[in-house]
């Protein structure tokens, strides 16, 4: 692993495997010891909590929003927010959901394995071929409705799932829209007139480059050399994340700091910026560098919802951010574009389109 490799990107791009002896994950039931294709060698280099202002967690119901988050983005790309509008029981369904699709014996979950040149279904990290080392989770990618593979899962069994899942992205969809808003109102901008591409989200034109990540990170026999997800920045404009009760998440501030836990919060979300947030804002919110960690205790599972604007849409520093002294930092790329340069260029993405 190259440990220079820090800001990869994540979710939706193409890529081809580095180790192609691995293009599906590990059966992860009763393996005694980390085998070395898993055994990293980086070292966790916690932070001490207590000499860092935490991660903010914004109360959406409370006055002043807008300041706190425009704060959050600037400083950290990333923050939790509670009193979020999604019902508590509807967490705990795509929690309950998430470890039911996971438990199943690994022979199965083959069943809906992603294919080569596909999007959705079971298999590694998208991230997984950046990296020498192979990751201690396994995931299963969902664009609009799961049926196709999830009735490979559960041949009569599956519209309990399928219901789960649209019910969420639907919310998360909705989510993401009023989350975006107060991003860009925070810096003065009101997307309606300032953002072209956000427009035909907004009506339902183009849903399909959302996504719906549900990732595992099943109990591991020695997590202190294992890696769940290796640090990456996502694509997205921004990303809203479930993680349930269990710890695993941390988030980087700036290169020397070291990794910040994000601790659970009971019924919050975690917000990320994502690169495209971060080319539209002109780099003033940063897209955030994240990671996550297994334990070998409890099996964790989270819930990424990767919020996209249309592929062919162009995204460019905004207008009214840019003056003299602000001049643009990146060019105009489509959604697509960027997913390639992300492909291509993957932690130096960001840089490939600077002016
Ligand atoms: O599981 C987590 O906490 C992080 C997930 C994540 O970063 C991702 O799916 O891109
Ligand atoms: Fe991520």
Avoid at 117 to 132: D, K, N, Q, V, W
Avoid at 159 to 178: D, G, N, P
Avoid at 216 to 223: E, F, I, L
Wanted: net charge negative; with cysteine.
């Amino acid at each position: 692993m190259n440990p220079t490799m820090n800001s990869i990107s994540s979710e939706t791009f193409k890529t081809t495997p580095s180790h192609p002896e691995h293009t599906i994950p590990l059966d992860f039931t009763n393996v005694p010891k980390l085998p070395d294709s898993h055994a990293w060698t980086l070292p966790h280099q916690p932070i001490d909590p207590f000499t860092q202002e935490p991660l903010p967690i914004i109360d959406l119901a409370k006055p002043d929003v807008s300041k706190l988050v425009r704060h959050a983005c600037e400083e950290w790309g990333a923050f939790q927010i509670t009193n979020h509008g999604i019902p508590i029981c509807l967490l705990n369904e795509i929690e309950y959901q998430t470890r039911r699709l996971f438990s199943l014996p690994a022979e199965s979950k083959l069943l809906a394995v992603r294919s080569p040149e596909g999007f959705t279904g079971y298999g590694l990290a998208r991230i997984s071929p950046f990296f020498s080392k192979l990751m201690w989770s396994e995931g299963f990618s969902i664009i609009g409705s799961p049926v196709e593979h999830a009735s490979q899962l559960w041949p009569e069994d599956h519209a309990k799932f399928c219901e789960v899942m649209e019910q969420f992205q639907e919310e998360m969809k909705a989510l993401s829209e009023k989350m975006v808003a107060i991003m860009l109102s925070s810096l003065g901008l009101t997307h309606e007139e300032d953002v072209k591409w956000f427009e035909p989200m907004k009506e339902g034109c183009d849903q399909s480059t959302c996504v719906l990540q549900l990732n595992s990170y099943p109990v591991c026999p020695d997590p202190g050399r294992a890696m769940g997800l290796a640090p990456h920045t996502d694509s997205s404009v921004l990303t809203l994340l479930y993680q349930g009760n269990i710890s695993g998440l941390q988030v980087q501030r700036d290169d020397a700091a070291g990794w910040m836990p994000v601790e659970p919060v009971e019924g919050a979300l975690v917000v990320n910026v994502g690169d495209l947030m971060h080319i539209v804002s002109n780099g003033r919110f940063k897209s955030v560098l994240h990671r996550a960690l297994v334990n070998n205790e409890h099996h964790r599972v989270s819930t990424a919802y990767f919020y996209g604007p249309p592929r062919d849409a162009k995204v460019s520093p905004l207008r009214k951010l840019i003056d003299r002294d602000h001049p643009p930092l990146y060019r105009p790329v489509t959604w697509k574009d960027y997913l390639e340069a992300k492909s291509k260029h993957f932690s130096k993405a960001l840089e490939s389109i600077r002016l």
